[in-house]
């Protein structure tokens, strides 16, 4: 493998994303062999700065994030793949192992620890940190799955996979409402999601889940430690878990009254 160190495809899904997508492309020059960008018809400079890398640029409807993620993987050259979002970029450290692990990739696929940036802090505490991913892989050997908006890439039974040391830099949220936007968003469709499997909302998921929420993520994985930003991300945390099982509540409320 030493002698005959593998491809890599780095693939990417944007809408919108002109102030993320220039730091995520820097970051994977040096251990890209491709870069596919799959766009959902942004209107904002994404598809611009784009053209200014070694980028090959797809636009596709947007159906979901499994959807287009795996629309994204039908697009790479190669088998082995690094799928990153826009808001992402790559440690030094991390960039170091997967150029290691591109002269021996030993494993079907590996995860990577996510740290994530909110409103200009690392947020290494409060259940959302270390995030693990599995971000490289064989796409021959897994597909992307999960509930949308809550997509997973999971390998098929039987395939191997490992840890990978360094950084996924994740630049979530630059402000608060910015947050709360994308909790209006994502409960929605999360809701919806739930809805279509025939999932309900019962009075623990109303109650109980958030307040568990809080408290796991809070006390439990050391929030406090994180400060002020700490109890913002853990007290939106929870009033998120609340809101979606809130809405999906509702939508089977609606759903009675429109078959009535």
């Not at 993987?73 to 808001?87: F, I, P, R, T």
């Not at 709360?180 to 999932?199: G, H, N, P, Q, V």
């Not at 853990?234 to 609606?254: G, P, W």
Request: hydrophobic share 35%; with cysteine.
């Amino acid at each position: 493998m030493a002698d005959n160190p593998i491809k890599l495809s780095v693939v990417i899904i944007t809408r919108n994303e002109e102030r993320n997508i220039e730091r995520c492309l820097q970051s994977v020059q040096d251990i890209s062999d491709e870069t596919v960008v799959v766009d959902s018809f942004s209107s904002d400079r994404t598809e611009e700065i784009c053209s200014g890398y070694a980028v090959k640029f797809f636009k596709n409807e947007f159906k979901g994030h499994i959807e287009q993620k795996n629309y994204a993987l039908s697009q790479a050259k190669y088998n082995h793949v690094l799928a990153l979002d826009a808001d992402e970029s790559l440690s030094t450290k991390l960039i170091e192992n997967l150029q290691k692990v591109k002269s021996n990739f030993s494993y079907d696929g590996y995860y990577l620890n996510r740290l994530t940036n909110y409103c200009g802090k690392w947020i290494r505490h409060s259940g959302w940190y270390p995030d693990r991913k599995l971000r490289l892989f064989d796409k021959s050997k897994g597909r992307w799955t999960g509930e949308n908006p809550h997509d997973r890439f999971e390998l098929f039974q039987d395939y191997k996979s490992s840890r990978l040391g360094g950084d996924l830099l994740h630049y979530s949220f630059y402000n608060i409402d910015q947050h709360l936007d994308t909790i209006k968003k994502f409960t929605t469709i999360a809701a919806e999601a739930k809805f279509r499997k025939e999932s309900r909302a019962s009075c623990f998921d109303l109650i109980i889940r958030p307040i568990w929420k809080f408290s796991r993520n809070y006390f439990f994985r050391l929030g406090f430690l994180d400060g002020y930003y700490g109890l913002v991300v853990c007290v939106l945390s929870s009033y998120a878990t609340f809101i979606r099982y809130a809405k999906l509540k509702q939508l089977h409320k609606m759903s009675h009254l429109e078959k009535n």
